[in-house]
């Protein structure tokens, strides 16, 4: 898959209220309610419910990292 594709069909989602999961470090997950706020060539802007600004960089959505639950 590559970063073009990866970027539309991250932005499919823009500005959607999503349930998201985010697999980190040492496989922490963390599950907050969300939209993508922002765009940019190498990261998107998430804003949470409680108004947390989360940046994600492409290879997260790729790599399976970040789950977006519709």
């Given at each position: 898959?590559?970063?073009?594709?990866?970027?539309?069909?991250?932005?499919?989602?823009?500005?959607?209220?999503?349930e998201f999961?985010?697999?980190?470090?040492?496989?922490?997950?963390?599950?907050?309610?969300?939209?993508?706020?922002?765009?940019?060539?190498?990261?998107?802007?998430?804003?949470?419910?409680?108004g947390?600004?989360?940046?994600?960089?492409?290879?997260?959505?790729?790599?399976?990292?970040?789950?977006?639950?519709?």
């Amino acid at each position: 898959m590559n970063l073009e594709r990866i970027k539309k069909d991250v932005s499919k989602y823009l500005n959607q209220k999503h349930e998201f999961i985010y697999t980190g470090s040492r496989n922490q997950t963390e599950n907050f309610v969300g939209k993508i706020i922002k765009l940019y060539p190498a990261i998107f802007i998430i804003e949470t419910e409680t108004g947390i600004i989360k940046s994600f960089v492409y290879s997260d959505f790729a790599t399976g990292s970040l789950n977006i639950i519709s």
